[in-house]
C-alpha cells in the first residue's frame, strides 16, 4: 500500500514515531527509517501490514516499510 501523511512523534511510554496520513488514518511502522525520524516531514512510503503479536504502544496500524521518498516540510 502506498501512504502519503506528515512525520509525528507519540509520547507514548518511550515514545514513537508514526505517520498521520493525508485522510488522517494512523500508521505506526515498525522500521521507521531514520532518514524520516523528523516531526513534520511530509512523505510517501510504500509499505504493508505489519504482524505483531503484542506491542506497548497503542498507537496506530502497525506497518512495514519498504520504501520511502520525502516530499518536504
Given amino acids: 500500500m502506498k501512504i502519503s501523511g506528515k512525520v ?3 509520547n507514548i511510554g ?3 514515531w508514526g ?3 493525508d485522510n488522517g488514518k494512523e500508521y505506526r511502522p515498525v522500521n521507521m527509517p531514520e532518514q524520516l525520524k523528523t516531526k ?3 512523505v510517501t512510503v510504500t509499505a504493508s501490514k505489519a504482524k ?3 506491542s ?3 498507537w496506530g496500524t ?3 516499510i519498504s520504501s520511502f521518498e520525502t516530499i518536504g516540510s
Wanted: a neutral charge; one cysteine or more; hydrophobic letters at 50%.
Fill in 56 to 58: 506497548m504502544f497503542m
Fill in 8 to 10: 509525528v512523534y507519540q
Fill in 40 to 42: 513534520g516531514a511530509k
Fill in 14 to 16: 518511550m515514545g514513537c
Fill in 19 to 21: 505517520i498521520v496520513a
Fill in 62 to 64: 502497525p506497518i512495514k
Fill in 52 to 54: 505483531e503479536e503484542m
